[in-house]
């Protein structure tokens, strides 16, 4: 018997699960508000980053190695490169999270990393003015995914094993119906097996969904030196995060197209109340923030910034991932409260939605992030 499944949410989340449900032979249909993709959420833009000695937490890491050979797998079923594992370029306080959780992370999984003296990080990083006291290193397993390929290879793949997008259609909630689920939007229903909730930022909208478990929080990005050739990864310049010693995050990434070289900062935000919501006064204060990191830590790259794009993350309580059955309804599961870090998971996540809906469990490398945890 068929399995009917629906996905509330076609962002990154939604497009994996979809691809990896659909290449299972279920039935899926994928309901998104906006049309697909779109520039409201969490998942748009050209680049995201990959790393796998992840200082958030060890326990990503077998994820993340998973996470790997599977871009890996829908680079060769779609033929489109989607990773460039080149290496991220990081720096800051040998006691600060950045360095410290890298470096704990790669001990206990046993991964590389080049430590760099201070001599070889201006050699081979002149684009970059750090403290003396400031440790350098490079990550060999990581670099960075093409993110806009990426969601495209997994909307095409899942129309290709039948999956069906309803774009435009906004989800109000569901109903338990005996061993099914109803989906309802305009007042329609729809009768499936389960339903997966991938809805990014906008968690809090789903009537069901206790609104504490995901805040929508604005993020602004920024880009700077367009169409200059210096900062592109053949010319050597890498993806980085430079961790500044008091705590702020900076992150960027090489050229890839005529915008130039992406900047952003994964601290910082604003909390919002709704994902609708715009926040003038944080715009401002993050464009003034990111010319003074750029004056301050990349002197050639101008500070005056010539393209900005705002961005959703869907922080949880704990900045972890929330994915796992709803504690009281197994018929409904939950992937949601990236926290502005997921989009690197996306295959693996993709592939455990459809073991949660198809064999009611999945890798108990998964068993940190449950839902649970909160109740
Ligand atoms: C600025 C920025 C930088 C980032 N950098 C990185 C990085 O370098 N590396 C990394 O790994 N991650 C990064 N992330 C995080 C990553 O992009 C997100 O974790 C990921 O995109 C989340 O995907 P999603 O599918 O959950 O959310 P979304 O893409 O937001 O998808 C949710 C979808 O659900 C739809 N939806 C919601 N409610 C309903 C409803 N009721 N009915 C129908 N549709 C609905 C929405 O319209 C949306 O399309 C970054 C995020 C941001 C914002």
Redesign the pocket.
């Known amino acids: 018997m068929t399995i009917k499944i629906a996905l509330?949410?076609?962002?990154?989340?939604?497009a994996a699960a979809a691809y990896a449900l659909a290449k299972r032979g279920a039935e899926v249909t994928i309901?998104?508000?906006?049309s697909a993709p779109?520039n409201?959420?969490?998942?748009h833009g050209a680049t995201?980053?990959f790393r796998t000695a992840y200082f958030e937490h060890p326990d990503y890491v077998p994820l993340l190695r998973r996470a790997a050979a599977s871009w890996r797998a829908l680079e060769k079923a779609s033929g489109v490169t989607l990773l460039e594992m080149c290496g991220v370029f990081m720096a800051g306080m040998a006691e600060n999270p950045l360095i410290s959780g890298t470096m704990s992370a790669a001990e206990k999984h046993g991964l590389a990393l080049e430590q760099l003296t201070r001599r070889d990080a201006v050699a081979r990083f002149p684009w970059f003015s750090l403290d003396p006291a400031m440790e350098t290193l490079i990550e060999p397993e990581a670099g960075f995914i093409y993110a806009s390929s990426a969601h495209s290879a997994f909307l095409a793949g899942a129309a290709a094993h039948g999956a069906i997008l309803l774009q435009n259609?906004?989800?109000e909630g569901w109903e338990g119906s005996g061993a099914n689920v109803d989906i309802i939007s305009d007042g329609q229903r729809r009768r499936f097996d389960k339903v997966i909730l991938?809805?990014?930022?906008?968690a809090g909208?789903?009537k069901a969904v206790d609104g504490a478990l995901v805040k929508p929080m604005r993020?602004q990005?920024f880009w700077t030196a367009p169409n200059e050739r210096r900062f592109t990864l053949s010319n050597g310049f890498l993806p980085f995060g430079i961790e500044e010693p008091d705590g702020r995050f900076f992150y960027g990434f090489p050229a890839v197209d005529s915008d130039g070289v992406k900047i952003?900062e994964h601290t910082g935000g604003a909390m919002v109340e709704s994902p609708d919501q715009d926040d003038a006064d944080y715009s401002n204060e993050a464009r003034r923030d990111m010319a003074a990191f750029l004056r301050r830590r990349t002197p050639e790259l101008s500070p005056i910034t010539t393209k900005e794009q705002s961005?959703?993350?869907?922080m949880s309580p704990d900045g972890h991932f929330i994915i796992g059955h709803q504690p009281d309804d197994e018929r409904v599961i939950l992937a949601?409260g990236?926290s502005?870090?997921?989009?690197?998971f996306a295959p693996v996540i993709g592939e455990a939605l459809a073991d949660l809906a198809l064999e009611g469990e999945t890798l108990k490398a998964f068993d940190f992030l449950k839902p649970e945890r909160f109740s």
């Open positions: 509330i949410g076609a962002g990154i989340m939604g309901f998104e508000q906006f779109h409201r959420g969490s998942s995201r980053l259609h906004a989800i991938t809805p990014g930022a906008y909208h789903l993020k990005l952003g961005c959703l993350y869907a949601m990236f502005g870090h997921g989009f690197k």
